[in-house]
């Protein structure tokens, strides 16, 4: 089992920043990629950026330039640096955790864009 506890959601104006982090505990020898997704309202979860163990990145059209995901091994952590936020990006976030047989998820973390 593994165990993700996301932190750094919040409240930020348009064209504000914002970290998010994600610790990761327990097999996590089992752990591949990780990455983050998020949900809004009336909205299917979407995949926002993700990385391997090796450090290959992938992002999505809407965030590329925008957002860096980074992963930090010797913590256990990953991280998602969102910069030039927009209303748009308002959504709950959750990191996610790609193991040998299944998925991890954590509680998730409101991100709120708004004046």
């Known amino acids: 089992q593994v165990q993700l506890v996301e932190s750094g959601g919040g409240l930020v104006q348009p064209g504000g920043s914002l970290r998010l982090s994600c610790a990761a505990s327990g097999s996590i020898f089992s752990i591949n990629a990780m990455g983050w997704f998020r949900q809004s309202s009336g909205k299917q979860r979407e995949l926002v950026a993700a990385?391997?163990?090796?450090?290959?990145?992938n992002y999505a059209d809407s965030v590329k330039g925008r957002f860096t995901i980074s992963r930090d091994n010797a913590k256990n952590t990953v991280y998602l640096q969102m910069n030039s936020l927009k209303p748009e990006d308002t959504a709950v976030y959750y990191c996610?955790?790609?193991?040998?047989?299944?998925?991890?998820w954590g509680q998730g973390t409101q991100v709120t864009v708004s004046s």
């Open positions: 990385i391997t163990s090796g450090g290959r990145t």
């Open positions: 996610n955790a790609e193991g040998l047989i299944e998925d991890y």
